[in-house]
DNA sequence: CGAATAATTGATCTTAGTCAACTGCTGTGG
DNA sequence: CCACAGCAGTTGACTAAGATCAATTATTCG
């Protein structure tokens, strides 16, 4: 398997991040503020859209409630992401959930300004389709990993991974900083199954634990295991 | 888990369907046909995409190649079908490979003239934002499903959606044809996991099998079986 | 400070994967 | 038309990866 790695490392959902200044105000002129606190729901699966969330600041988790209430993480969403549009544009109910993992500011674009400016924009529809065809690449490659690859492999791919979505100005070293369910729900496995497997990293030496927070140490065997054929 | 079927239950990549009679001529203005038999590549993971297919006769499946050359299977296209589009919009080497499981007839459209098509039939760019927008609640229940679904379920699950995507003039009841080893690349288990299981089916009376036919039996205990928490 | 929540640890169990041998079917060439 | 080579499918025995259960220890937060 050719790992297509950099398929993962994507920066999707920064739609709006190749808008001009022009394009840019319209856009404002259609927004208004919105936060959220730490834990509470942005949308939840099943609910109706009634419009689009830019993120501004903090971070959030997309996911799906499984068997038995486990919730399957699809992505972490940080400043810069565009949520929710995909149940808004296909005129059907929220397939998944979001919630706020830390405080969010957001701007909230309602459903009839988010066709009024892909009206006024209309390349703002192009960039859809590319983010969404993009998007294709990367899921089918999250199903592909899924199924295939073991436990040990999936959880170097996605600390890899993760790191990239936690770099930021206040965070220089992208360490992560997610309660060990929340890992374990994006890597596909059990709470107690994800903690043993840190504590082999540990003792490996690829990464570095205090409390929550996971620092990556030793990257270059890290992304050898998460490409591993 | 309240498993919305109906997501399963999709006619996406039918996306010219919606083309009124002008549009069509269109589209038919810009395509070339194209036979592959039954064992052919249409595009493989890593290729350029040069176009897209509209397969109008046969059916193929679409997947990634894993760890160790297995395959994981995500569709089966049938009449109607586009392929090989997401690819194409994102300007990005095939994510996936595409193969004839039968004869198959379809219609080429060229990068060139599927943008040309865009230009000239603007819906169609909002017709594709819908497709795909679709198409990710569909890919997210698919990972959960994978993630979180015992075997059992997951093959009862993929039962009912291939006899969906089975049914046809010639095969009005919707029996599932395929090989062993794709069936159990769709359902994301190794052949003889599948075999065994197959068995067990039969023996419950859910299924018949005769060699590589499979047809359903007992929608209904099925259908619980494939949503059930 | 103490209750509630989160994480760790150990023991055990289960599912499904792997390996290996065997059977049967298919299609090709003598 | 049959033999046989080459796949496809089946079956059984064994294994291992992870899940689950249960108990304990840390953390967080009101």
Redesign the pocket.
């Known amino acids: 398997m050719t790992l297509d790695f950099g398929k993962f490392d994507f920066e999707s959902n920064k739609i709006f991040s190749a808008l001009n200044e022009n394009e840019m105000a319209l856009l404002n002129a259609k927004t208004q503020p919105l936060s959220f606190k730490k834990g509470s729901l942005i949308f939840y699966e099943g609910g109706t859209p009634t419009g689009a969330f830019l993120l501004k600041h903090g971070r959030a988790k997309i996911f799906k409630t499984g068997i038995a209430g486990k919730e399957q993480i699809f992505y972490i969403y940080r400043g810069g992401d565009l949520l929710g549009y995909h149940g808004l544009l296909c005129d059907e109910l929220f397939e998944e959930s979001c919630q706020a993992l830390e405080n969010c500011e957001m701007d909230f674009i309602s459903k009839q300004n988010f066709y009024k400016l892909l009206y006024e924009v209309p390349r703002l529809k192009l960039l859809l389709i590319k983010n969404m065809s993009h998007e294709f690449g990367v899921l089918v490659n999250t199903i592909t990993v899924l199924a295939q690859k073991?436990?040990?492999e999936r959880l170097a791919l996605h600390l890899v991974l993760l790191q990239k979505r936690y770099e930021d100005d206040d965070n220089l070293d992208g360490v992560i900083q997610l309660?060990?369910?929340d890992l374990a729900n994006i890597v596909?496995?059990?709470?107690?199954?994800?903690?043993?497997l840190?504590?082999e990293f540990k003792e490996e030496g690829l990464i570095d634990?205090q409390?929550?927070d996971i620092a990556l140490t030793d990257m270059e065997t890290l992304m050898r295991l998460a490409t591993a054929d």
């Open positions: 073991p436990l040990r309660p060990r369910e596909g496995t059990a709470r107690e199954s994800l903690g043993r840190l504590k634990v409390k929550r």
